[in-house]
């Protein structure tokens, strides 16, 4: 199919944007799944990287066709995620937020001290293997599957404990086997994202899975509402967009971003899509 020569023209001057915009949908409902439990865990960084150096290592080092990759690059942070998971899993609130970000910081450490991995210059080079069709299609099916999911009784008994745990534990709802599959599906959307990302910008480094876009990822859940797997997106639209407006302020972004999450929760609890799923009757 032949592309438009306006088309061409946008892709090629916006392309890395509409790129961005696709990888960060993705991390967005990567949040979603998490805080819809009602656990604040931000741990999504470290899965991103763990996708990410996983996927360049298995394309440059072993020289793995893309169709292998993109599915095995989810193994490494899924597995990271079942391994932390029974400890961490039996924090909550401020406690959960402040182990996952250690671990992730831990990670960026290996990232930083290892050959391997490239050190502080990270990995270049990288093959450009996915495309905006692989990208926003695999962010449609994510979407689409999150809907179904919250749509279903598995998606009651997650309202039931983010609205209140031991209520949700009476009512027989198993509060470590929900938790531990957000978890799991979090580490799984966030590698994902990061493997797309290091194949279409051609160079990842330890930099990018720190506290910084930690604390971005959060920002685009709680911009946006966690009542859908929608809303999640839109905010990590309009937060991907905001720094191409008001370049002048890219420099402050994560102040702006922290400026959105207090405003967030003293005024838009609910986000700026406060709509809840419709649910099938039980």
């Known amino acids: 199919m032949t592309i438009p020569p306006w088309l061409d023209d946008f892709l090629w001057t916006y392309g890395n944007l509409v790129h961005a915009l696709g990888v960060n949908g993705l991390l967005a409902l990567s949040m ?3 805080l819809a439990v009602g656990q604040l865990s931000l741990g999504q960084a470290a899965f991103m990287g763990l996708g990410a150096y996983s996927s360049v290592l298995m394309t440059q080092q072993l020289g793995l066709p893309f169709w ?3 599915p095995l690059s989810v193994l490494a942070p899924v597995v990271f995620a079942l ?3 029974l ?6 609130g401020v406690y959960l937020a ?3 970000i250690g671990l992730g910081e831990v990670l960026r450490a290996v990232y930083l001290n290892v050959d391997l991995f490239g050190g502080a210059l990270g990995l270049s080079g990288i093959p450009e293997r996915a495309d905006n069709t692989m990208i926003y299609g695999l962010l ?3 979407i689409l599957a999150l809907w179904l999911v919250g749509r279903s009784g598995i998606g009651r008994a997650m309202e039931a404990m983010r609205e209140d745990e031991t209520a949700a534990a009476v009512m027989g709802v198993n509060l470590l086997r929900y938790k531990m599959g957000a978890l799991v599906a979090s580490a799984a959307l966030a590698g994902l994202a990061g493997c797309l990302n290091a194949h279409v910008s051609s160079f990842i480094g330890p930099g990018e899975y720190g506290f910084e876009p930690a604390v ?3 920002s685009y859940a709680l911009l946006g509402g966690i009542g859908t797997p929608i809303a999640s997106v839109v905010g990590a639209f309009i937060l991907t967009l905001l720094p191409e407006l008001l370049r002048e302020l890219s420099d402050l972004r994560l102040v702006l971003n922290g400026v959105i999450i207090v405003v967030a929760v003293l005024f838009l609890p609910g986000g700026v899509l406060p709509f809840r799923l419709r649910r099938r009757a039980a």
């Open 216 to 218: 971005t990822i959060l």
């Open 87 to 92: 400890p961490t899993l039996r924090l909550s």
């Open 83 to 85: 391994v932390i998971g």
């Open 140 to 142: 449609l099916a994510a």
């Open 32 to 34: 979603y799944v998490v």
């Open 68 to 70: 292998a990759v993109l």
């Open 98 to 100: 402040i182990a996952t």
